[in-house]
């Protein structure tokens, strides 16, 4: 949790130092994503339960225990997400001699994750636009970050690095998106599926 700070007022440099050291998943997760994974989690939770959402028709106001089903659903997706990315990574870094373990390549996307998760505040008054807007904006700080690290990380030159951060992006659109559309469907439509 001490580096959230760092990578909203200086990600230069601890994008840096998270690259150097060798945390452990379990330290990971226990400690980082599987608390800043429950922020949008938690916040969509009372969005939907108080407010309810509004894709066009009137507001869909779901129940506690619907919500609740769903949010479990939802924190699973986010953090097979960042499994997902943590794997992309690693298989894109094959071909580099330095190539860090599945597990650094977990963590790291972890840390990269990070903005979005912070984003996901926003849901607790879950207007869709406003919701697509910020977590967008979370997004691109999160490219952001990846394009700072990825070559301190894979210890390759700026150049190659940009291609790579780019690849990584590219396939993280594609599953955010993916999980987006799920999670829309998913949270607007509950009360139909509980």
């Known amino acids: 949790m001490s580096h959230i700070w760092g990578l909203l007022t200086h990600p230069d440099r601890e994008m840096h130092d998270i690259t150097k050291e060798n945390e452990s998943i379990s330290d990971h997760f226990g400690h980082h994503v599987l608390l800043l994974a429950a922020i949008p989690v938690v916040c969509t939770f009372i969005g939907t339960t108080l407010f309810g959402w509004d894709l066009g028709s009137g507001p869909i106001v779901l129940d506690h225990v619907t919500a609740f089903l769903l949010g479990v659903l939802f924190y699973g997706a986010i953090l097979g997400a960042v499994a997902i990315m943590g794997a992309v990574i690693h ?86 998106e993916f999980w987006i559309g799920v999670s829309v469907v998913i949270w607007g439509f509950g009360h139909h599926l509980f």
């Open 91 to 176: 298989w894109l870094a094959r071909d580099y001699p330095q190539r860090p373990s599945l597990q650094r390549c977990m963590v790291f996307a972890g840390y990269i994750a990070t903005p979005m998760f912070l984003s996901g505040i926003i849901a607790l008054y879950p207007l869709v636009w406003l919701c697509i807007l910020v977590a967008a904006m979370g997004y691109l700080y999160s490219g952001y970050l990846l394009f700072l690290a990825v070559p301190c990380f894979l210890n390759i030159g700026k150049e190659e690095g940009l291609r790579v951060s780019g690849s990584i992006f590219a396939i993280g659109v594609l599953v955010t």
